[in-house]
């Protein structure tokens, strides 16, 4: 397959900028051949493209739409710190939803994510996943993703 950074070129994706930390914490942390990335929110240029509750103010496909931009968040915290291609599989993808009440959705929600490291990383970008509906996220985001990959 060709590269992680290849494929991103040849799908015409250009990762943003790695978001500045909005508290106490770095982006990413690595332990022996695991990368931990902080919980990204789907920023466009700094800021949130909706806020608001899925299945309230924010429909489900557009909330799929924002997990795929906070997996791009993701993607830019992982090629700061090691460089995309130097991934060797996506381990787990953990999405919050933030849900109005009764929603139950946020699989396929959190598909807007899981999809993406597919598209960038074939194979091994399939994963294990948790999809968790709460409450309320930061800057009252609609959706939050981090994920677990391991690297050389």
Do not use: W
Request: hydrophobic share 45%; net charge negative.
């Amino acid at each position: 397959m060709t590269s992680p950074s290849a494929r991103l070129a040849e799908l015409g994706i250009t990762l943003p900028q790695v978001a500045t930390p909005a508290g106490s914490y770095l982006p990413t942390a690595r332990t022996g051949n695991l990368l931990f990335t902080a919980g990204q929110l789907p920023f466009v240029d700094g800021r949130l493209p909706a806020t608001g509750k899925v299945g309230a103010e924010v429909s489900p496909e557009d909330a799929k739409e924002y997990a795929r931009l906070a997996g791009l968040n993701v993607l830019a915290a992982i090629d700061s710190a090691v460089g995309l291609d130097a991934v060797e599989r996506v381990v787990k993808i953990v999405g919050f939803v933030a849900s109005a009440e009764g929603f139950t959705g946020q699989p396929g929600v959190i598909n807007g994510v899981s999809d993406l490291m597919a598209e960038v990383f074939g194979e091994a970008g399939r994963h294990a996943r948790s999809a968790v509906g709460v409450a309320e996220l930061p800057l009252g985001s609609p959706v939050e993703v981090e994920a677990i990959v391991q690297v050389r």
